[in-house]
């Protein structure tokens, strides 16, 4: 699991937690279930049983992988819609090409990030490239949906493109834990990701029998995902392993803890200041009513959101 990784003793230091803070305690744990999207490929929905309040800012999150392609295995999407909200796909092992109908696109790899405001509405694509179809290989990555505001639902299509080196990199006070932070603040290091709704998204890697206390805004949510490894969350230690998540509830801090003699415990630490509106949410529109899906899809078959550019980035056919 390359993403970005780095000498823990050598970057700043996390601080200590101050004697009037206080640890979240979690609320729940779920198991992610599997599925397939879009042409195929496998995922886990990260979300899945977790009330939408608990959620909110945000709304859907698959993990993608990790999986071990053959050659003509590797699968994408095909060009299609989004209006509502945020997209951001984080990509931790392999490589995926994005366009879409606004002039956005390109490759991410590796620990970069691709974030792309849907807002008032677009078309896009994200498939692997050629190369990586004909010769198969290691894939693994995230795609999280973040809420847009009813004021912000029209807004302009925009992409950001964030290289891993970009990221905010953090270590916990004794060297255990690598701490990169894609979006948002933590202890007073920002990610590179520029957000509509105020979130923080942080993907850290604890090291065997280590422990990592990471501050979070106290109006924020608290939601833990775990990539891969075993370990405990919490102030009461709560187990988790791969492919659940951990909802927290009210606090300053968010404890997590790998197990001893295990392989590293990789976690995705995300947070927001709910919105609090009403959420209708069908196929690829995340919108505040249903009158407002049915626009959605009314637009979208009229053409109004978007036009698939010529020469378009299409998924390849393999020929065996």
């Known amino acids: 699991m390359p993403a970005v990784t780095a000498d823990t003793l050598t970057l700043p230091r996390l601080p200590d937690a101050g004697p009037d803070e206080t640890e979240r305690p979690v609320k729940r744990v779920t198991t992610a279930p599997t599925g397939f999207e879009g042409e195929g490929f496998p995922v886990r929905r990260a979300f899945a049983g977790v009330p939408t309040d608990e959620l909110d800012p945000f709304v859907h999150m698959d ?19 989004h209006r509502g909200f945020e997209t951001v796909t984080y990509m931790i092992d392999g490589t995926f090409q994005h366009q879409d109908s606004h002039g956005g696109g390109g490759i991410i790899t590796d620990g970069a990030t691709q974030w792309m405001t849907a807002g008032g509405g677009i078309l896009h694509i994200e498939t692997p490239p050629e190369a990586l179809v004909v010769s198969g290989g290691l894939f693994h990555g995230l795609q999280l949906w973040v809420n847009l505001p009813a004021k912000d639902k029209m807004t302009a299509p925009r992409y950001q493109s964030l290289e891993g080196e970009q990221v905010a990199l953090l270590s916990s006070p004794d060297g ?18 520029d957000t509509h709704t105020p979130i923080a998204f942080v993907h850290t890697t604890v090291s065997p029998g280590a422990q990592l206390s990471l501050p979070w ?11 891969s490894g075993r370990g405990s969350v919490g102030a009461e230690g709560r187990p988790v ?26 976690v ?9 509106e009403p959420v209708a949410h069908y196929g690829p529109f995340v919108m505040n009513t249903r009158e407002e899906l049915q626009q959605a899809m009314d637009d979208y078959r009229a053409g109004k959101l978007g036009v698939i550019p ?11």
């Open 176 to 193: 255990g834990a690598l701490v990169r932070v894609v979006a948002g603040e933590v202890a007073d290091q920002r990610g590179p990701g």
């Open 310 to 320: 010529p020469n378009a980035l299409m998924p390849h056919v393999y020929k065996g």
């Open 241 to 266: 392993e791969g492919g659940q998540l951990a909802v927290f509830g009210p606090g300053d801090r968010i404890s997590v803890r790998a197990a001893d003699g295990q392989e590293p415990l990789e």
């Open 217 to 227: 805004r106290p109006d924020f949510n608290a939601l833990v995902y775990v990539l």
């Open 268 to 276: 995705i630490v995300l947070g927001g200041r709910p919105i609090r």
């Open 63 to 81: 993990q993608m992988g990790s999986v071990d392609y053959g050659p003509g295995e590797p699968r994408g999407t095909n060009w299609h819609p």
